[in-house]
């Protein structure tokens, strides 16, 4: 079978509760950073390793998100009669993308929102892209989904991505038991579910980027749900402990823009690197901090 990557898989069908009341209505992969919506910068990161067929899975209700990827002739005209072409460029860059999209009725998981996509996926390997993490890259860096499709291709292993946090941050993330080291990556023996300090296996936390081959779908067919949901760490534990699963950390900055503290960061750091408003927002920064 080709170990080459071309499907991208985006589970965006949270309830997005800690952004209440803005997700009653609007769906959290459509709150921007600056004047991007989270889910573009993502389906962004796949530009650096060539996949253009993504699939979104979104909960009801999240049509938006599929007009914004769409066609928009109106506005393309008006943008071009007026003379506008740079914002008509950006308008087009959001149609560049292949996108299907996949209702999960019932958030009930991470690994029950990748089952919904089974049927785009079927048993190819593909890539997995949480969507509520952004993964900047600056132009020196290597993206991170290059670095796992890399990994991928050279080994055939799955392979996820990995920072190392510490203190008692590791029991917000899923914890990885680390083996043997090569060439910048490590095998993972084992994964625990946000261990407490104590229990924890080391200092590497799993991060929502991951290349996974396709017989992951039978391994989440047979997961026993806990609390209402079927984690994806269950079926990854199983496939660590057989051998299976590789880690690598990434370069560049990941951003939880799931998080309130993580999504404002995600905007300052965003604008202080845009051409546009870059300079105003430093100064300011440096106003508001004599003040502090
Ligand atoms: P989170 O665990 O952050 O959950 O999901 P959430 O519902 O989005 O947010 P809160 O905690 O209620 O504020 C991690 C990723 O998995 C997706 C989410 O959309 C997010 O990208 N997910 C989670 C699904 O697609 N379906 C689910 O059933 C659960």
């Known amino acids: ?37 989270t889910i573009q910068y993502i389906a962004e990161e796949l530009i650096s390793v060539d996949i253009e067929d993504i699939i979104i899975v979104v909960s009801p209700g999240s049509e938006v998100i599929g007009k914004h990827f769409g066609p928009a002739e109106a506005l393309e ?47 190819e390997p593909f890539a997995l892209l949480l969507g509520d993490e952004l993964m900047y890259a600056s132009g020196k860096e290597k993206p991170c989904m290059k670095r796992l499709t890399e990994i991928y291709e050279m080994t055939g ?30 095998e993972v023996t ?47 534990d199983e496939v660590a402990k057989k051998g299976g699963l590789l ?12 998080d309130k503290f993580g999504y404002i960061r995600a905007n300052v750091e965003f604008a202080l690197r845009s051409k546009e408003i870059g300079e105003d927002t430093r100064e300011y920064i440096k106003q508001l901090a004599e003040k502090l």
């Open 77 to 123: 005209a008006r943008l071009l009669s007026d003379g506008k072409k740079k914002l008509y460029d950006i308008e087009r860059e959001t149609q560049r993308f292949n996108v299907k999209f996949v209702v999960q009725k019932v958030a009930n998981g991470l690994a029950g929102a990748i089952l919904c996509a089974e049927k785009y996926i079927k048993n």
């Open 157 to 186: 292993k799955s392979v996820i991505a990995t920072m190392e946090v510490f203190g008692d941050d590791i029991s917000k993330y899923g914890n990885l038991g680390i083996g043997g080291e090569k060439d910048g990556y490590f």
């Open 247 to 258: 880690a690598a950390p990434f370069e560049g900055i990941r951003y939880d823009v799931g």
């Open 1 to 37: 079978m080709s170990l080459k990557i071309k499907k991208a898989l985006i589970p965006a069908a949270g309830l997005g509760t800690r952004f209440l009341p803005i997700t009653k209505a609007v769906p959290k992969p459509m709150l921007s950073v600056l004047d991007k919506p």
């Open 190 to 236: 084992e994964i625990k579910e946000k261990p407490s300090v104590n229990e924890a296996l080391s200092n590497y936390a799993l991060v929502g980027r991951y290349v996974l081959s396709g017989d992951i779908m039978s391994k989440l067919k047979k997961l026993k749900p806990r609390n209402n949901e079927i984690y994806l760490t269950d079926a990854l």
